[in-house]
């Protein structure tokens, strides 16, 4: 059974910074794309990263280019979302996932955590 769990998440102050985390059981994340999503209140879900296993590199939406890095650890079967400059149009549940292609974006995800939360508010 695969199994993805995102920790991290909380409340933040405009221009803070947080670490999301992505742990995986039963699925190794060393071979396949991982992306990361977010749901605002009221919004869709967008994509906000994701990591090519193929490439070998990330992707980022515009809006968090230079803000956001999307890192793994093989060792761990862990991936990170590191959020910097954090802004109020960051808040929203993300959202990790995964897929059997290798290639960003996937023409689907086949398996999707449970979502954190992130606020960011003074």
């Known amino acids: 059974q695969v199994k993805l769990v995102e920790s991290g998440g909380g409340l933040v102050q405009p221009g803070g910074s947080l670490r999301l985390s992505c742990a995986a059981s039963?699925?190794?994340?060393?071979?396949?794309?991982i992306g990361w999503f977010r749901q605002a209140p009221g919004k869709e879900r967008e994509g906000v990263s994701c990591?090519?296993?193929?490439?070998?590199?990330?992707f980022y939406v515009d809006a968090v280019k230079g803000r956001f890095t999307i890192s793994r650890d093989n060792g761990k079967n862990t991936v990170y979302l590191q959020m910097n400059s954090l802004k109020p149009e960051d808040t929203g549940v993300y959202y990790c996932?995964?897929?059997?292609?290798?290639?960003?974006?996937?023409?689907?995800?086949?398996?999707w955590g449970q979502g954190t939360q992130v606020t960011v508010s003074s």
């Open positions: 990591f090519s296993t193929s490439e070998g590199r990330p």
């Open positions: 996932a995964t897929t059997h292609e290798r290639l960003c974006p996937p023409s689907e995800y086949d398996y």
């Open positions: 039963g699925f190794n994340l060393d071979y396949y794309a």
